[in-house]
């Protein structure tokens, strides 16, 4: 009878050690398996994180390009403004629109307040237009003898 206990107790040795082997196996199954989920949310997330940090990339690019983009534009304003005060200063009749600008900032830069204040600074300004007293030179005349003459004087004659 000892045999037969040995007999089956080895048998029973076998499968314990054959299911414990198993079990390790599936262990070791699932253990890959979860190394390669694992490995596959790392791989993700790195792709991720690589994208964002593109996207960051960008936005500091468009950041710095709208930053001097800005610049020239308030760059572009302040001189414009200071054209359009000089084209102010010499229509109201500015003998120095150098001087005129240094004083302008004391009123405000109002040019009116300032042509009141310092009338020597400013001269009357040009005539608007209207009537100088005289015929214009282009004026056209309606008396084909003056044409006909000048065409003889230059050397154009009627080919009629």
Excluded: C, N, Y
Excluded at 39 to 52: G, N
Excluded at 124 to 141: F, I, M, N, R, V
Excluded at 146 to 154: A, D, F, L, T, Y
């Amino acid at each position: 009878m000892d045999g037969e206990v040995d007999g089956t107790q080895a048998q029973g040795q076998d499968q314990q050690r054959q299911q414990a082997d198993q079990a390790q196996q599936q262990e070791a199954q699932v253990a890959e398996s979860a190394d390669e989920e694992i490995r596959a949310a790392l791989a993700e997330r790195d792709e991720k994180i690589a994208e964002l940090e593109a996207q960051v990339a960008e936005a500091s690019k468009t950041v710095e390009s709208a930053e001097a983009l800005t610049t020239q534009i308030e760059e572009l304003r302040a001189a414009f403004e200071g054209e359009r005060v000089g084209f102010e200063l010499r229509l109201a009749g500015a003998h120095s629109v150098t001087a005129a600008r240094a004083l302008l900032a004391e009123h405000g830069g109002d040019v009116a307040a300032l042509r009141e204040v310092e009338p020597w600074l400013f001269s009357d300004p040009a005539p608007q237009g209207g009537a100088t007293g005289l015929e214009p030179a282009g004026a056209a005349k309606a008396d084909d003898r003056e044409m006909r003459r000048w065409r003889k004087i230059s050397g154009l004659e009627d080919e009629e």
